[in-house]
């Protein structure tokens, strides 16, 4: 009899155990998820800040506007020789990222990447302006040059590898994020792709 209540009394304490390891193992594995999660939340936070690539441009352009009277028989021209040097930066603003953390599948999808924002700071010198009461230069001029000055630096900006080198630079950090996901088991995707290295950064993620 005794035997029998001390083997039941075992058999309550083993029970308990189990309940409470699961118990414990439950806990331990929810606390991991959250531990997870709050790092990759602290590394996109990282991440997002703004990336910026600088480049220095300059050009030479000759301005000139004629004005006629008296049926064309009388003109008055006038023109300046315009010596312009820009600083130029393409900037991302990854605060701007929009993403989505799903801890039941572990997995980080990004939503919307910010498009890149270009700013023009052109100084534009004159030199060897000539004009005439008549046709003298007007703020209106100055309206025309300015927006001529930016429509050729846009084109030269185009041509050149500033924003190939902006692109790079945000792929960069966008890679830190992949590095982390997949050193603790989850997954990056973009577009309903699954991204696993940089190759796919770069072919998936259109700018």
Known sequence: MQRKILLGIVLI??????????????????????????LIQQQIVNVGKLVVTEGHFAEVITYKNQQKYLMNMLSFE?????????????????HQMKYDIDEANKTIT?????????KISPDIQFYDVEQSKLNPFT?????????????NLAKKIEKSSLKKNAQNRLISEL???LILTNSMGWKLQYENKVIENET????NIKL
């Open 78 to 94: 006038k023109k300046a020789l315009l010596v312009v040097n820009a600083d130029v930066t393409v900037a991302y603003d990854l």
């Open 13 to 38: 304490a083993i029970i308990v155990l189990l309940f409470k390891y699961c118990d414990f193992k439950k806990e331990d594995e929810s606390a991991g998820i959250s531990y997870n999660t709050n």
């Open 175 to 177: 890679s830190k994020m």
């Open 139 to 151: 703020g209106e001029d100055y309206n025309k040059i300015n927006k001529q000055v930016r429509a």
């Open 200 to 203: 796919d950064l770069r072919q």
């Open 110 to 118: 990004i939503l919307n990447i910010p498009k890149e924002e270009i």
